[in-house]
């Protein structure tokens, strides 16, 4: 709503505050610095207190506290159930569907002509006949009958639609919508004379576009130095599998990294080859400390002036690169994995804090590599350790020696447990019940998606090919998926306890290096397998053609524009909508959405804030 704002009202400043920061007696004297107030669209019901916070009280000021008010779907079932309306459950609820809104062609609709709005909601309201409240605007459902799409107060400056206007397939409801409103609310305040406060500095909320300046390391404060030693080897014989064994990927007992593209659209593989005192920091969210291991000696590094996040970007700014091979993805740094539970601080939402095997943060950095280019062939060496050219030079090699060599590896083709292995599957009625639980929390208006996941736990014995000479390691699993399975982004990283073996063709976030790095999501919702008969027309038919695919992906574009947008600003762009992409195994609906800071940002604003965007899009609404 906020890029909304700015792009209907050019110049806007913008304050966001949540509904359950201030009371109203807090709030109150704030009121006259702003010309407008925009009640964002929840989630939660209007009939909730802790829901809708000090919203329900700003419907109720009078005199010269009254301030023009846009309410987005929880303010417009707010507004309306403040003056009578009656709140009611949708039979059938929509979730990131389209409808057309007819209205009134006047008041903040006018000179609008058709509109075709995303909604979001479960809930509705009915209003009273002859009350305050006035429809402007509603949906014919053909589930649900007449639907209030928007409304007015019938004297007070308050204005609402129950639709989205910001989502990226609302049109004609959005930007003009919200500048009409604005028209409205400036001319009832010069008929009121209201005056803006403008000579008080204003220290409510958060400044959007909000973009944090981290305070500058010492060290960073220079430009680095560092540069990367590096060998190039032609030998496109070489898999990366085979490169991963030469460095210790079978070996389970000790840590290991490989990130793999194992089919197109992927392109590089890129395999760590770890020292054994290579830096090992894992973090669990809730500790006042993070843990770095190098080889036995163990330290732990105290947050309670900063947070893992600032730790990082601390630890990995020293280590930086200006310059090397342009299009290379990787010259060195951190690889590894963030917990889904990294993004909790920022839902604030209750967490419990119970002792937990596997890290929140789990990454290790990375000073020698081995990048491998799987559409030409060409392999890169390098390392970021300046007396290091000797490993250069053997590596390149010992790899050529290996590219030979047409001993072929042992391979499982199916998965082999030990006979001590032990397999938990959810109870029916466990996940049953789950699923309930989950549609009440939708219809109750709680949540617009939730993807229910249920574990399967399989425990497996320490070493199991001392149990068993047949059992697969995790290596070989892992082996077994990628051939199962390839995919552009599979993964196979084992930094203990954890081990984590990834087959995926979605790519979440990536970034450009500077100058003005390009940041890219790219959420892929709806897959349809391959198969005799379908071919591309049969996946387009099949996934743009079906509402419920095209509403999945609809729900997360918007989610994760919205987090982009609270780490950019106004610079972000849905490039693709949408679009049906061909990958090994199947077919699916991919959208991407771009974001830049702008043409002002410095080299060192780039790097932290690349942090920054990642910190904002977790936990990740694509996955």
């Known amino acids: 709503m906020a890029a909304l704002c700015r792009q209907a009202i050019p110049d806007c400043h913008i304050r966001i505050i949540k509904n359950d920061e201030l009371t109203i007696d807090q709030l109150r004297p704030h009121l006259k610095c702003f010309s407008a107030v925009v009640v964002g669209p929840g989630p939660g019901s209007p009939d909730n207190p802790a829901d809708i916070g000090v919203v329900r009280d700003l419907w109720h000021l009078n005199g010269e506290d009254i301030v023009p008010i846009f309410g987005v779907c929880l303010g417009l079932q707010s507004l309306a159930i403040e003056f009578g309306g009656e709140l009611k459950r949708l039979h059938t609820v929509k979730h990131g569907l389209v409808s057309r809104v007819h209205h009134t062609d006047g008041d903040i609709f006018e000179g609008v002509g058709q509109v075709h709005a995303v909604r979001y909601h479960s809930l509705h309201v009915t209003l009273l006949p002859g009350g305050d409240i006035e429809e402007l605007g509603w949906a014919d459902d053909e589930e649900n009958g007449r639907v209030v799409m928007a409304a007015k107060h019938s004297s007070k400056p308050f204005w609402a639609v129950q639709y989205h206007p910001e989502s990226v397939c609302t049109n004609g409801g959005g930007w003009e919508v919200l500048n009409n409103f604005w028209s409205l609310a400036s001319r009832w305040s010069q008929l009121q004379n209201r005056q803006v406060a403008s000579n008080i500095t204003i220290d409510l909320g958060v400044a959007w576009p909000h973009l944090p300046n981290h305070p500058q390391s010492p060290a960073s404060s220079e430009a680095p130095s560092n540069a990367v030693l590096s060998a190039l080897l032609h030998l496109p014989q070489l898999t990366s599998s085979k490169v991963a064994e030469h460095f210790g990927a079978a070996d389970e007992s000790n840590n290991f990294v490989l990130l793999d593209s194992a089919a197109k659209p992927g392109r590089y593989s890129i395999i760590g080859a770890l020292l054994p005192d290579s830096p090992h920091i894992t ?89 491998i280019d799987n559409q ?86 320490v070493n199991p090919s001392k149990v068993s000479p047949n059992t697969s390691t995790s290596w070989e699993r892992y082996q077994t998926l990628r051939k199962s399975n390839p995919a552009p982004y599979s993964a196979y990283i084992r930094l203990h306890p954890s081990t984590l073996m990834s087959s995926s063709p979605e790519r979440f976030l990536s970034f450009s290096r500077p100058p003005n790095p390009v940041y890219q999501l790219r959420p892929i919702k709806g897959t349809v397998r391959k198969g005799p008969g379908i071919n591309r027309a049969a996946a387009e038919k099949l996934l743009v053609g079906n509402p419920k695919e095209v509403a999945e992906n609809l729900m997360i574009v918007d989610l994760i524009r919205h987090d982009l947008y609270g780490a950019l600003g106004e610079n972000v762009e849905v490039k693709k909508f949408c679009g049906v992409e061909e990958y090994e195994t199947v077919w699916q609906l991919v959208s991407v959405i771009e974001g830049t800071q702008g043409n002002d940002s410095s080299t060192d604003d780039d790097f932290e804030l690349g942090w920054n965007v990642l910190k904002s899009s977790l936990p990740p609404g694509a996955l």
Request: proline share 5%.
């Open 376 to 461: 030409t062939g060409d392999i890169y060496i390098q390392s970021l350790l300046p007396t290091d050219q000797a490993w250069i030079d053997r590596t390149a090699h010992e790899l050529t020696i290996l590219s030979r060599s047409l001993t072929p590896r042992r391979s499982s083709s199916v998965l082999s447990l030990s006979p001590l292995s032990t397999v938990s599957l959810p109870t029916k009625d466990g996940y049953i019940a789950k699923i309930k639980a989950a549609k009440e929390h939708l219809y109750a208006g709680d949540s617009y998606e939730l993807c229910l996941t249920a574990q399967t736990r399989i425990s497996i014995p």
């Open 283 to 371: 973090y669990y969210v809730g500790d006042s400390y993070l843990t770095v291991r190098r080889g036995k000696h163990i330290t732990k590094e105290n947050l309670e002036s900063s947070d893992a996040w600032k730790w990082l970007v601390h630890f990995i700014s020293t280590r930086r690169v200006r310059k090397h091979h342009a299009d290379i993805p990787f010259w060195g740094g951190f690889i590894g994995f963030f917990g889904y539970e990294i993004g909790y601080p920022t839902l604030h939402i209750p967490f419990n804090h119970r002792t937990r095997k596997h890290p929140d943060v789990n990454l290790t950095f990375v000073d020698r590599s081995v990048v």
